[in-house]
């Protein structure tokens, strides 16, 4: 795991400038839906999944740094958490939450190395 949840880490496979969305998120456990937007914003990197059926109408925020593997090829995006991790993450509103510093945060420890995967320090 990357010290900054919020970067691509070097052996994603990330090509910078490329468009990721479309691309199918597959959680360790299961895909989780598609990607409708994403950042590749230095210190700021994310991505904003349409999880579909699977959380009917929800959109969920994954920092860059959870990104295990992106396969070109088929269009998918591999994350290294579960489907429940990613389902108790802090619920994400568009409107509310993109550009958020203090969502951002919360979000970062949820995710980060501070905490274990899925749960919040105590």
């Given at each position: 795991m990357s ?8 052996t994603?496979?990330?090509t910078?400038g490329?468009?990721l969305t479309g691309?199918?998120?597959?959680a360790?456990?299961g895909?989780?839906g598609?990607?409708d937007?994403?950042?590749d914003?230095v ?6 999944v349409?999880?579909?059926?699977w ?21 998918k ?8 991790q990613?389902?108790n ?5 568009r409107?509310?939450?993109?550009g958020d ?7 970062g ?14």
């Amino acid at each position: 795991m990357s010290d900054n949840v919020w970067g691509y880490r070097e052996t994603s496979g990330r090509t910078a400038g490329a468009d990721l969305t479309g691309y199918k998120v597959e959680a360790s456990d299961g895909s989780i839906g598609k990607v409708d937007k994403h950042s590749d914003e230095v210190g700021s990197s994310y991505l904003v999944v349409d999880t579909g059926p699977w959380i009917f109408g929800k959109e969920v925020l994954l920092p860059a740094g959870t990104i295990s593997r992106i396969d070109v090829e088929e269009r998918k995006i591999h994350v290294d958490r579960t489907k429940e991790q990613i389902k108790n993450a802090p619920e994400f509103h568009r409107d509310k939450h993109l550009g958020d510093a203090g969502y951002n945060e919360e979000l970062g420890t949820y995710y980060g190395t501070g905490a274990p995967f899925g749960g919040r320090p105590a």
